[in-house]
C-alpha cells in the first residue's frame, strides 16, 4: 500500500496492480508513465487520472458517450494492438476517457475528444491516441448545445 | 539537420519502408505524399502541438468543489 496526496480528494493510498502504466505517456506528460483512475461518487460523471510519478499531476476526465451520445471512436487496429485491446472479449475491460480542460466561466471549458484516453483494464495499460478525420476537434465545448440537447430529451422520456 | 533539395515527383527515403514523395508546389504550399508502415504514426506537428499544450494546460486547471457541483448538474440524470 503507498500513499499520494490528491488535491481534490486528499490523501489516497492504492494497490499496486490498479497502477496503469502508459508506456509513451501522456503526450506532454511524458515522463508521467504510471497512472491510477480514481472514481469518487462525490465527482461523478467526472474522474480523475492521478499522476504517480509525480503527485501534483491530475487530469479531469470524462466518459466520451457521457458528453455526446453519438460520439465515434474511429482507432485503426494498430493502435488498438499497441495496448492489445484487439484481445479484448469483455466491455468492462477497456474504457475510453476525454481530457477536460476546466475554464473559469463553464461555457468556456473544453474537452478532447480529438485525442482520447484508451484503457486496457485488464492488463492495465493505457495509451493517448489522435484521431484522423475532421470529425472532432481538440478543444470542443464540454457543455454544447448537442449535449445540453441530449440531456434535455432524455430528461422528457 | 539535413536539408535536401527535391522536385515534384522525387522522393526521399527513411530508414525501412518510410518515404516522403513531393507531389507539387505551389508559392506557399508543398503537397507530399508519405508512405510508412502501419506502425509509424504519421502526424501534422500543429496537432501533435495543441494535444500536448491541452494537456499541460489541463493539469493546471483544477475547478473547485462548488464549481465541480455545477458541472456535475449538467450532466445530471432525471
Not at chain 1, 474522474?47 to 470524462?62: A, K
Not at chain 1, 476537434?137 to 449535449?147: I, N, R, T
Not at chain 2, 503537397?31 to 502526424?43: D, F, N, S, T
Amino acid at each position: 500500500m503507498t500513499k499520494i496526496v490528491h488535491p481534490l480528494i486528499g490523501p489516497l493510498e492504492y494497490e499496486e496492480e490498479s497502477v496503469i502504466t502508459f508506456q509513451e505517456g501522456i503526450i506532454g506528460l511524458e515522463e508521467n508513465k504510471r497512472w491510477l483512475l480514481l472514481q469518487n461518487p462525490k465527482h461523478q460523471p467526472f474522474q480523475w487520472l492521478q499522476s504517480i510519478d509525480n503527485p501534483e499531476i491530475t487530469l479531469m476526465v470524462i466518459d466520451p458517450w457521457i458528453v455526446r451520445a453519438d460520439y465515434s471512436l474511429s482507432i485503426s487496429p494498430e493502435d488498438q494492438g499497441r495496448i492489445n485491446l484487439d484481445h479484448l472479449q469483455e466491455r468492462e475491460d477497456w474504457a475510453v476517457l476525454c481530457v477536460v480542460v476546466f475554464q473559469n466561466s463553464l461555457e468556456e471549458t473544453i474537452i478532447n475528444l480529438k485525442a482520447p484516453l484508451l484503457f486496457n483494464l485488464k492488463e492495465r495499460k493505457g495509451r493517448q491516441v489522435i484521431m484522423e478525420g475532421e470529425e472532432y476537434q481538440v478543444e470542443e465545448p464540454l457543455f454544447s448545445e448537442s449535449a445540453r440537447r441530449y440531456r434535455s430529451e432524455k430528461k422528457g422520456v | 539537420m539535413l536539408i535536401l533539395n527535391r522536385k515534384p515527383g522525387q522522393t526521399i527515403h527513411i530508414g525501412q519502408g518510410v518515404i516522403l514523395r513531393v507531389l507539387s508546389i505551389t508559392a506557399t504550399q508543398v503537397e507530399i505524399g508519405i508512405e510508412a508502415p502501419k506502425e509509424v504514426p504519421v502526424l501534422r506537428g500543429e496537432l501533435l502541438d495543441s494535444v500536448r499544450k491541452l494537456n499541460i494546460q489541463a493539469v493546471g486547471a483544477k475547478p473547485g468543489e462548488e464549481q465541480l457541483t455545477r458541472m456535475r448538474e449538467f450532466f445530471k440524470q432525471k
